[in-house]
């Protein structure tokens, strides 16, 4: 497995390139900007991509879509729930006065159970993890080692709630319901900041020790 992570624009936005070595294939999942700086990467491991993933659909993890979707033809892929922000995104990126070029449709919706699949080898399971917002979800390895969990969890933190659709219940029930009964030894890889395990989290994390 092939893994990158590109941290991209002022939002310090986790990027990840996941790929199978092995065929030469590659998912991008949240790319939050700087389409150029992403794609050296890819080119740089030699591989195609696949398909574009977002987590969800604030700008600061879209904003590179476009570029990157004319660049490679890569089906583009979310959950259903997140389109309104998703075709808002132009809109969005002005309120945090930055320039978002409007991606086009996405080709593709995912929801929970889906597998996304890479080669042989390699595959992603979607699991519906909303709260952050209303569509947000959480992408786990094959061999279930590994979550790229968005803006759901971070290390020692959670997802803001603060924005249109975000919700602070909604988003502890994903955390305690659908996240940490994957296991303490998961691997969680962030939308923003450093990797964590998800007993670290259970443990210390301030908002969830206790609950």
Not at 42 to 53: D, N, P
Not at 102 to 131: C, H, K
Not at 154 to 172: M, N
Request: charged fraction near 20%; glycine fraction near 14%; proline fraction near 6%.
């Amino acid at each position: 497995m092939f893994l990158k992570t590109v941290v991209v624009t002022d939002f310090m936005t986790n990027c990840f390139i996941l790929g199978d070595e092995h065929v030469g294939r590659c998912f991008i999942i949240d790319p939050g900007g700087e389409a150029g700086k992403i794609m050296k990467q890819v080119e740089a491991a030699g591989m195609e991509v696949a398909a574009v993933i977002m987590t969800h659909a604030h700008v600061d993890h879209i904003g590179a879509v476009r570029e990157i979707k004319a660049e490679t033809g890569a089906p583009v892929m979310l959950h259903r729930l997140e389109l309104p922000l998703y075709q808002a995104a132009s809109r969005m990126g002005r309120l945090f006065g930055i320039r978002v070029e409007q991606p086009g449709d996405p080709d593709s919706f995912v929801a929970e159970g889906d597998e996304i699949s890479l080669g042989n080898s390699l595959g992603l399971r979607v699991i519906e993890t909303p709260g952050h917002s209303p569509g947000g979800i959480s992408l786990v390895t094959a061999d279930g080692k590994t979550c790229f969990a968005g803006d759901t969890l971070f290390a020692g933190s959670i997802g803001r709630t603060d924005l249109p659709g975000g919700d602070y219940r909604t988003l502890l029930d994903s955390i305690k319901r659908r996240l940490l009964p994957l296991g303490d030894d998961v691997r969680v890889l962030p939308g923003h900041g450093p990797a964590t395990t998800l007993g670290a989290e259970r443990r210390y994390n301030p908002f969830l020790v206790g609950g």
